[in-house]
């Protein structure tokens, strides 16, 4: 079954300690992304990735750090989680960039205290 | 720069009624448009989308056109039903190869 697969799916850490996300597809997708959303601001991008080892800055990226070793992989790294990155993220791919049909994970609700 | 603006919710309708979301864009060239809808609880999937002008998009009952001249791609439904509760997203396709969000639009169906 074609999948997006994000661990884990809540999470509740302390400031300071660093975390990371994890996301994996199955359906060998060139595109990957992270997203949060907050209630009124929607989905906001945090860094997406066009291929291995090519990963860019989207609308909100400070305090995170993402890696793409590998196609199949995307994870999310906090390196230092304050309270105000308490979201819900997403992790998203797709064939070969944005303009296609993303697939989306089933999100991971962080809560940092 | 690229930015989708889609009216604000909540949006409640009772069972059977006609359903429109505005959504407009700004952006240079002509990208492709998309409506994503998410349920309760899960991530977003894609409803439907339109790659050039004049372009209908349709999925579910569900409806947009691509207009150019009104930069609009409103999302229109004839008969709502209570499984259609969820948040609606309008986006476009960014200049980067990314893909930049509305807000979302919660609808909420009675029954």
């Known amino acids: 079954e074609a999948q997006v697969t994000q661990n884990p799916r809540y999470l509740i850490t302390v400031t300071g300690k660093k975390l990371t996300v994890t996301c994996s597809q199955n359906?060998?997708?060139?595109?990957m992304s992270w997203y949060r959303q907050d209630p009124g601001l929607g989905l906001r991008q945090i860094y997406y990735?066009?291929?291995?080892?090519?990963?860019d800055k989207g609308d909100v990226p400070e305090g995170y750090k993402v890696s793409r070793k590998e196609k199949r992989n995307f994870p999310l790294i906090l390196e230092s989680p304050s309270p105000n990155q308490t979201s819900l993220y997403f992790c998203?791919?797709?064939?070969?960039?944005?303009?296609?049909?993303?697939?989306f994970g089933s999100g991971t609700q962080l809560s940092v205290l | 720069g690229d930015s989708v603006t889609q009216m604000e919710g909540p949006v409640t309708l009772s069972e059977e009624a006609f359903l429109t979301i505005n959504c407009t864009y700004t952006?240079?060239?002509?990208?492709?448009l998309f409506w994503y809808v998410q349920y309760p609880g899960e991530g977003l999937q894609l409803l439907l989308k339109?790659?050039?002008?004049?372009d209908k998009g349709s999925n579910k009952g569900f409806e947009a056109t691509y207009r150019k001249e009104t930069t609009s791609f409103h999302l229109e439904k004839g008969s709502v039903q209570v499984s259609d509760s969820a948040v609606y997203f309008c986006?476009?396709?960014?200049?980067?190869?990314?893909?930049?969000f509305g807000k979302g639009t919660k609808l909420s169906v009675k029954p």
């Open positions: 359906m060998n997708h060139e595109y």
């Open positions: 952006a240079t060239g002509y990208p492709s």
């Open positions: 998203a791919s797709s064939g070969r960039s944005g303009w296609e049909k993303l697939f």
């Open positions: 339109a790659t050039k002008a004049d």
């Open positions: 986006a476009l396709g960014g200049s980067q190869g990314n893909l930049i």
């Open positions: 990735s066009m291929n291995v080892e090519v990963t």
